[in-house]
T-cell receptor
């Protein structure tokens, strides 16, 4: 299995621009998680889906962030408009159920200038 | 809100030494406790998952224990090797998922 796939791996954009991060979970995994990692705040859960349905989005920082999972093999995290404080590494992870081992993707390193 | 703490933040040991990493959590109502490894610039790799009904899990040179009543988990690494150098994070899973800030381990050859 290829593992969790994230794209792009690196993204540099200017403040105010829209950013879309993509994730393909491991085939057969029903749960998908979006995390953000910064030096200041560590690793934070933004949102997670189970069977393509958002279960808990309480970690989404504000309305500028949105996430979708249109099918079992694809999810997006969108930031519109982006701000410099959104600069971080964004990880996607998947698992068979929300309570089982999570497998992480390599992350997308986002820099907003 | 669950708070997960890992102490120490950094640890340096000579190769071959046995070591223990600590993780504490404030809310004992967890489903499981996971230990991850993160190499610089990389994603997280799951090492061990302990269900709330379990006391410990073992994988090779790694042994993780869980004491829900005291809100603690430990990761024991036997006969450490330079390849074990990485940041180790624990995560408590309840209705939400909370990660500790990690312990950065350096094993000196």
């Amino acid at each position: 299995d290829a593992g969790v796939i994230q794209s792009p791996r690196h993204e540099v954009t200017e403040m105010g621009q829209e950013v879309t991060l993509r994730c393909k979970p491991i085939s057969g995994h029903n749960s998908l998680f979006w995390y953000r990692q910064t030096m200041m705040r560590g690793l934070e859960l933004l949102i997670y889906f189970n069977n393509n349905v958002p279960i808990d989005d309480s970690g989404m920082p504000e309305d500028r962030f949105s996430a979708k999972m249109p099918n079992a093999s694809f999810s997006t995290l969108k930031i519109q408009p982006s701000e410099p404080r959104d600069s971080a590494v964004y990880f996607c992870a998947s698992s068979t159920t929300p309570k089982e081992t999570q497998y992480f993707g390599p992350g997308t390193r986002l820099l907003v200038l | 809100k669950q708070e997960v703490t890992q102490i120490p933040a950094a640890l340096s040991v000579p190769e071959g030494e046995n070591l223990v990493l600590n993780c504490s959590f404030t809310d004992s109502a967890i489903y499981n406790l996971q230990w991850f490894r993160q190499d610089p610039g990389k994603g997280l790799t799951s090492l061990l998952l302990i269900q709330s009904s379990q006391r410990e899990q073992t994988s090779g040179r790694l042994n993780a224990s869980l004491d829900k009543s005291s809100g603690r988990s430990t990761l024991y690494i036997a006969a450490s090797q330079p390849g074990d150098s990485a940041t180790y994070l624990c995560a408590a899973s309840g209705n939400q998922f909370y990660f500790g800030t990690g312990t950065s381990l350096t094993v000196i050859p």
